[in-house]
């Protein structure tokens, strides 16, 4: 079957870092998404990798490791608004994407 | 670019009643669109994916028959919840692909069924 798991929930401070790890397993793998999603809204894209490596887009990166299953979301300077979930997500070979449940990302001051 | 939008935004329909939700690409073509439907503090779950010109595709447990979808031209889909029900209420939320790697979405539609 296809599965992606992430954590459910983290707490971090503000100004701080965070990784929010994702491994997966699905039949098929044309790249891995990262969608931000505030609560009562639609998500928002984050990042897209197809190759191994990191990606670098400001405070935000995304690096992916294929032959592992791996993925994480590096969050740096942290602000109060990176506040929402954080949805994983891998398109397979049909190019459907396969979601993570997300991971609730809460910021204290 | 790449804007996708959802209407009604946000609808209340009483239960036993039809509503249609509609999806548009505004600045380009999509030849699929994704419907997702996500339950309060539950990730997204795809319901169908349509096809321009032909029928959709419905994923395991999702009743075709309830949920009719059309997907009539390259930058228009819609949804219909046929007979309403309050368990039918949730955040319905569609998505149109660019390419295959890229897949923007609308801002979403709150259903509520009373």
């Known amino acids: 079957g296809q599965n992606i798991d992430q954590p459910t929930e983290m707490t971090a401070t503000e100004g701080a870092i965070v990784q929010i790890n994702c491994t997966y397993q699905?039949?098929?793998?044309?790249?891995l998404f990262w969608y931000q999603q505030h609560a009562g809204e639609a998500p928002t894209f984050l990042s897209y990798?197809?190759l191994d490596g990191l990606e670098e887009k400001g405070r935000f990166s995304s690096f992916l490791s294929r032959s592992k299953g791996y993925s994480y979301l590096l969050l740096k300077e942290l602000q109060m608004k990176d506040s929402a979930s954080y949805l994983c997500?891998?398109?397979?070979?049909?190019?459907?994407?396969?979601w993570g449940a997300g991971t609730k990302l809460i910021i204290k001051p | 670019g790449a804007v996708v939008s959802q209407h009604p935004s946000w609808v209340i329909c009483k239960s036993g009643t039809s509503v249609k939700i509609e999806c548009r690409s505004l600045?380009?073509?999509?030849?699929?669109m994704f419907w997702y439907r996500q339950f309060p503090k539950q990730s997204l779950m795809l319901m169908a994916t349509?096809?321009?010109?032909?029928?959709?595709?419905?994923e395991q447990g999702v009743e075709k028959d309830k949920f009719l979808i059309n997907h009539a031209s390259l930058t228009l889909s819609t949804l219909t919840v046929t007979s309403a029900h309050p368990e039918d209420s949730s955040f319905y939320i569609c998505?149109?692909?660019?390419?295959?790697?890229?897949?923007?979405f609308g801002p979403g539609t709150r259903l509520t069924v009373t």
């Open positions: 990798n197809v």
């Open positions: 349509s096809n321009e010109g032909s029928k959709a595709t419905y």
């Open positions: 998505s149109a692909r660019l390419r295959e790697y890229e897949q923007y």
């Open positions: 600045d380009f073509q999509a030849t699929t």
């Open positions: 699905t039949s098929g793998f044309n790249g």
């Open positions: 997500a891998v398109s397979d070979s049909n190019y459907q994407l396969i």
